[in-house]
């Protein structure tokens, strides 16, 4: 059963990068990872997903190594608006009856 | 309207008090999961519907906690003599459904906000 753990909270600057890990030691072969983000009184929003080495999309980077034990969140020059918890999510699908599991979500603060 | 809605927004009821929770996901999902959320706490799993296959309940706290989906669309969660510790945002969240990683992106409702007495 996949163990996850990520920061619990991070400050940081607008315009700065964000950099946000996760460790998941005991990833299985088909599971892969996702990252939602979640604003006060909102659920959940998918922001990016991937399975090995670097994902890029409009709004945030991926980075997996090659024993994926570990993945990193990169927000690129995050500005007020990102302030917001972030989980990672490892699994598979569940529709073949394996087990999704979350981060306990890391607290990102942008300071102006 | 096309996202995942759920209803009520919030719900205030007296300890021992049954209550129903709505989730309406979004059209042509066949997957459909709940979530409780404590205040201040991540996520926790409380059941998934993949079509017509029997739910996964595994993740139900205790038995006063039971979750129905009609149709393969919408999906009430009841809780029956609500206790104090009952009290959280409930989460529900609709994916396409499939073995594919997009197929298992999960869209989530604003949740609905329990408040027991």
């Known amino acids: 059963l996949a163990k996850i753990t990520q920061p619990i909270s991070m400050d940081s600057y607008e315009g700065q990068e964000v950099n946000i890990t996760c460790s998941h030691n005991?990833?299985?072969?088909?599971?892969?990872i996702t990252w939602y983000q979640q604003f006060p009184s909102q659920g959940p929003r998918f922001i990016i997903q991937?399975?090995?080495t670097k994902v890029t999309n409009e709004v945030a980077s991926l980075f997996i190594p090659a024993d994926r034990k570990s993945s990193t969140l990169s927000l690129p020059r995050v500005s007020l608006s990102d302030t917001a918890v972030y989980y990672c999510?490892?699994?598979?699908?569940?529709?073949?009856?394996?087990?999704?599991?979350f981060g306990g979500g890391t607290r990102v603060l942008v300071k102006p | 309207g096309a996202g995942v809605s759920q209803s009520p927004s919030n719900k205030v009821t007296e300890k021992g008090k049954d209550v129903e929770l709505r989730c309406d996901p979004i059209?042509?999902?066949?997957?459909l999961y709940w979530y409780r959320q404590s205040l201040g706490q991540g996520l926790e799993f409380l059941i998934y519907?993949?079509?017509?296959?029997?739910?996964?309940k595994s993740g139900l706290p205790s038995d006063r906690f039971s979750a129905e989906r009609t149709g393969g669309s919408v999906s009430t969660l009841t809780i029956q003599r609500t206790q104090q510790e009952d009290s959280a945002v409930y989460l529900c969240?609709?994916?396409?459904?499939?073995?594919?990683?997009?197929?298992?992106?999960?869209?989530f409702g604003a949740g609905t906000r329990l408040s027991v007495l």
């Open positions: 005991n990833i299985a072969t088909n599971d892969y």
């Open positions: 969240a609709s994916s396409l459904g499939g073995l594919a990683p997009t197929k298992n992106i999960q869209y």
């Open positions: 999510l490892v699994g598979a699908s569940k529709a073949a009856g394996n087990k999704l599991t």
């Open positions: 059209s042509g999902h066949t997957a």
């Open positions: 991937g399975y090995k």
């Open positions: 519907f993949q079509g017509n296959s029997a739910p996964d």
